[in-house]
């Protein structure tokens, strides 16, 4: 939260914020997003999905196999579990 504070203390008008956390490691080079996020005024990127969409009836199988905590090595992210 301080950084939403810091960005409203700043007092400036941005056309868009956005906000990376260490999972969402930017793949694209900065002038690349800001050209996307530039050709998108207004745009929101932020979806909701209820509790019984098809999203959350998938979800399980996501974070079963391919959850990350328990990587010992980084080889390790490329090959999903095979339960």
Not at 17 to 41: F, G, K
Not at 67 to 80: G, I, S
């Amino acid at each position: 939260m301080n950084c939403i504070n810091e960005i409203i203390s700043l007092n400036k008008n941005y056309n868009f914020i956005n906000l990376l956390s260490a999972q969402d490691y930017p793949i694209s080079s900065v002038t690349e997003i800001h050209n996307y996020l530039s050709e998108r005024p207004s745009q929101n990127f932020i979806n909701f999905a209820p509790d019984n969409s098809d999203w959350w009836a998938a979800a399980p199988e996501r974070y079963e196999k391919y959850h990350l905590t328990d990587v010992k090595h980084k080889w390790e992210v490329f090959f999903p579990k095979n339960d």
